[in-house]
């Protein structure tokens, strides 16, 4: 299986209409050779631009949407389209991510389980999501989880316990943590023996600079292949068939005790 993560930067000064435009240039440009492409979290307005959420917001089925569903029909390919600040219109704003299957159709959305800010920015502006997602690709489950969330293992076990067998993970992750997000994919893959797809941003969103480093890891955690900070199209070949062969000939999931319902009496 071929995956394409599409590590963009948010560029001052470029409207979200261009930036559509050219992202789904960017995806078209996969045809032939990705299965599965990727994009980063937030990536219309820049997951630090806080101020923008609720002026750029759109339903879930609104202009990125559009633009996302006809380029992955196109393309031909499987695309998560990163996510979007969702307007609910029954509640408040959500970060949405939006996954479609080659012919166009949203097999999926996800609203992103926690959030980031603690007391400010994404943590009071959007609602949070309860629902764990996964979507069935001919070749793998994918489990879905967006940047934050990749420091809580317990929502990957979710997954995995769901049937994952391979996380995606849009980012907008700061520079200055940028030790934590290649420790944290490389943590969440070893201990769940699945692939770790995680696809960050480039350049500077709101004044933060952006981490890049988009990284696929294998079941083992080894690192196939690693993004550096700038713009870049990062395209790997992976074999699904790795995870159950690799809980299998090391089968520590089943081994595990808490956390698991177990029969009382």
């Not at 049937?163 to 201990?191: D, M």
């Amino acid at each position: 299986m071929r995956a394409s993560l599409l590590q963009i930067a948010v560029n001052e000064g470029e409207s979200i209409e261009s930036r559509r435009r050219r992202v789904a240039s960017l995806v078209r440009e996969q045809a032939g050779a990705a299965d599965l492409v990727v994009l980063p979290e937030l990536w219309t307005t820049g997951a630090f631009a806080y101020e923008e959420f609720g002026s750029e917001a759109e339903p879930l089925e609104g202009p990125t949407y559009e633009v996302m569903a006809k380029a992955a029909s196109e393309a031909g390919v499987w695309l998560h389209a990163g996510s979007i600040p969702e307007r609910d219109p029954e509640g408040p704003l959500y970060n949405t991510s939006l996954v479609f299957s080659p012919s166009g159709d949203l097999v999926a959305a996800y609203r992103k389980i926690h959030r980031f800010g603690f007391d400010k920015g994404e943590a009071v502006l959007m609602g949070a999501g309860e629902e764990l997602v996964t979507v069935r690709l001919p070749e793998t489950t994918l489990g879905v989880a967006t940047c934050y969330d990749l420091r809580f293992p317990e929502l990957f076990r979710g997954l995995v316990d769901a049937g994952a067998e391979t996380f995606v993970v849009p980012a907008g992750w700061p520079e200055r943590r940028r030790s934590h997000w290649t420790l944290l994919a490389q943590a969440r893959a070893v201990e769940n023996q699945a692939f770790v797809l995680a696809c960050g941003t480039a350049g500077t969103h709101a004044g933060v600079p952006q981490a890049g480093h988009s990284i696929v890891v294998d079941p083992w955690g080894e690192v196939l292949a690693e993004a550096g900070a700038g713009e870049q199209v990062l395209t790997v070949e992976f074999d699904p068939g790795k995870v159950p062969a690799t809980r299998e000939q090391f089968p520590a999931l089943k081994d595990r005790v808490l956390g698991l319902e177990r029969p009382r009496g």
